[in-house]
């Protein structure tokens, strides 16, 4: 079983892609691959696993979609299909007709991840449908992401594949593709955040969804035809805030990041995300590149005491001067605060409108620390009445006292 699971994690989207360029529709491609994994669970134990595992799944899938094509015979000439090159279709004709023996199985995932961004999804749906298709995180898993239950995300993601009827299955020529992979960056890192900082329920962290949307941009990076400098920013972003996983959530408790044992981090993660960094340094600005580095600082830093806010400061100067943002003006008066004291924090946030609990929780924080309690309390009362995360209600609590 440990080997399915293995072929599930490294091969889902890309059987998956290949069989939607064949049958031309997601909705079936998902289904005949899910039962040829059901019916791998349940034959591999007894039979041991096939020399050829993704060619033993797609015979499996193939024939499934068959059947079920041939029993929706009528329906199906109604249901919109992809658009297909005719040249990929013939391709993964023959490579279902005969499965290659090897691991050369074609490698349509770019085209998969690209549909799942494509414009007609809202974003939220589309951090969904590619976690689902391209990663195959189950439908379970994808819904405690989200926050919502399993029948609500079922709906919503059938509702998102209904959109994809009739899209083109392709992948768009080089002066549109650089848009799409912004956009796949972005769903990218809202899956990330999401798993990261739940801004509602009861975990701190979900290092596992976290980890996903890492893989995701794993992902993309190995299939694009070329590099992109966001994309190895948006990366290093990642996998530096991924690397404090340990730390950030002791014994189910919030942990900010002055507090947090620094051993506990991933250091040999925070140093590949240092390497990717590096030869970026000197690119022009960039809204995920600035946050990498500002993480980098982090990264750096041997004790938090040691952080170099005016560096931070600039950075979110920087920030802010390419993408105007109360969240970004949030974080830099907070980096001011560490710089200046927290009157200048406090100051910097005159002007910011931010729905949610961070903003008061700042503002709670600052007012603290300037000896001044009772509207510490009510800024903190304030943070608590919006704050829908129970790891960080109860951090809230803690500090209004």
């Excluded at 691959?33 to 060619?55: I, S, V, Y």
């Excluded at 990218?188 to 949307?213: I, M, N, Q």
């Excluded at 990642?238 to 506990?264: E, F, I, K, S, Y």
């Amino acid at each position: 079983m440990e080997r399915l699971e293995r072929v599930l994690r490294d091969e889902w989207g890309r059987l998956l892609a290949l069989l939607a360029a064949w049958c031309r529709r997601v909705d079936l491609a998902e289904d005949g691959l899910a039962d040829a994994f059901e019916a791998a669970a349940r034959t591999w134990p007894e039979t041991g696993a096939p020399a050829n595992p993704q060619g033993w799944l797609l015979t499996t899938a193939r024939r499934r979609i068959t059947d079920a094509l041939r029993t929706e015979a009528v329906a199906a000439r109604k249901v919109p299909l992809l658009e297909v090159e005719a040249s990929l279709q013939q391709q993964a004709q023959r490579m279902l007709a005969a499965p290659p023996e090897g691991e050369a199985v074609m490698d349509e995932r770019l085209r998969l991840v690209l549909l799942c961004a494509h414009p007609s999804l809202s974003r939220e749906a589309s951090a969904a449908l590619t976690l689902r298709l391209v990663l195959g995180v189950a439908t379970e898993d994808v819904a405690r992401l989200f926050l919502v239950p399993t029948a609500t995300m079922a709906a919503r993601l059938t509702r998102a594949r209904r959109r994809l009827a009739g899209a083109a299955f392709v992948v768009p020529p080089p002066g549109e593709l650089g848009a799409r992979v912004d956009a796949v960056a972005d769903v990218a890192y809202l899956a990330f955040t999401s798993g990261y900082a739940p801004g509602s329920g009861a975990d701190v962290l979900r290092a596992d969804v976290a980890g996903e949307a890492v893989r995701l941009v794993r992902v993309l990076r190995s299939v694009l035809p070329e590099r992109y400098d966001e994309l190895d920013a948006l990366l290093a972003l990642m996998v530096l805030q991924h690397a404090r996983r340990d730390a950030r959530a002791v014994d189910g408790r919030l942990v900010l990041l002055p507090d947090q044992d620094r051993t506990r981090w991933h250091h040999d993660e925070a140093l590949e995300a240092l390497d990717l960094l590096r030869p970026l340094v000197a690119a022009p600005p960039a809204p995920y590149l600035l946050q990498a580095l500002i993480a980098a600082e982090h990264a750096i830093a041997v004790t938090a005491g040691e952080t170099r806010w005016d560096r931070i400061v600039d950075r979110y100067d920087e920030l802010l001067a390419l993408r105007e943002s109360p969240v970004v003006r949030l974080n830099r008066a907070v980096a001011i605060a560490e710089r200046d004291g927290p009157a200048a924090g406090l100051a910097a946030l005159d002007g910011v409108a931010l729905p949610g609990h961070r903003l008061p929780a700042v503002r709670a924080e600052l007012l603290a620390r300037l000896g001044r309690p009772e509207e510490a309390r009510l800024a903190y009362d304030t943070a608590l009445a919006q704050c829908g995360n129970e790891a960080e209600a109860a951090h809230l609590r803690e500090r209004r006292g």
